[in-house]
């Protein structure tokens, strides 16, 4: 018990820090998906057929690059970003950069999640709304993103969760983060203890954001 415990303290200062970094990646990360997702969610559905910027080609090549970067799994699309990471941050190890990669795969996931929401707004007061004269920009600051809230947040929900798991990942390239701790410590030393630790810290992070998101989701709900 004493050396459980001996273990523990020695490696603390280790678990906090690859905390923080995990934090600040996810965190930074999700940032940019709100800020790019959001935009490229409501033009991916405002172009689609039948809405008012219909816009059949602007729709598909969108849509398409949004379904390529979501088919790559999310080590190779680490690896094929190194060089762009480079030239954008004249790095490619620690948290910041692994905020990069995690960003491009964040922002057409997130997207697309808030595309499938709008879809789920009443066409009866879009279309009311048109009628009604109102201009697009109108629409959707009033109608579109009010009226699809509750799934905007589950949707940021659900890609937290899945930047939290990409973070992890982003470990094996010397990313930082409770990835990069698990590795380092769980694997190349075969350190049962330190293995266990992260996963559990995980666990724990996960049920925290879905907890908030479920309840965020449930308070925003006028349904």
């Not at 200062?13 to 997702?37: Q, R």
């Not at 057409?108 to 201009?135: H, M, N, Q, Y």
């Amino acid at each position: 018990m004493s050396e459980w415990l001996d273990r523990y303290q020695s490696i603390l200062p280790d678990m906090i820090k690859a905390f923080w970094e995990t934090l600040y990646m996810v965190g930074v990360s999700m940032i940019i998906a709100i800020i790019l997702g959001i935009p490229l969610g409501v033009l991916l559905f405002v172009t689609s057929k039948g809405l008012f910027w219909q816009n059949r080609w602007l729709n598909f090549i969108l849509g398409v690059i949004s379904n390529i970067i979501r088919s790559v799994p999310f080590l190779i699309l680490l690896v094929l970003l190194l060089p762009f990471t480079f030239a954008l941050l004249h790095n490619t190890i620690g948290p910041t950069s692994a905020i990069v990669p995690l960003s491009v795969a964040a922002i057409p996931f997130f997207a697309r999640l808030v595309e499938t929401s709008l879809r789920e707004v009443d066409k009866g007061v879009i279309e009311a709304a048109i009628a009604a004269g109102a201009k697009p920009w109108l629409i959707i600051r009033g109608i579109l993103l009010p009226e699809a809230k509750p799934g905007i947040i589950s949707g940021l929900t659900i890609t937290a969760i899945s930047l939290l798991s990409y973070s992890a990942m982003a470990g094996i390239v010397g990313g930082g983060g409770i990835g990069d701790l698990a590795i380092r410590f769980g694997y190349y030393r075969y350190d049962n203890q330190v293995m266990y630790t992260t996963v559990i810290i995980l666990i724990v992070l996960v049920q925290l954001i879905q907890f908030i998101g479920d309840w965020t989701s449930r308070k925003v709900n006028k349904r």
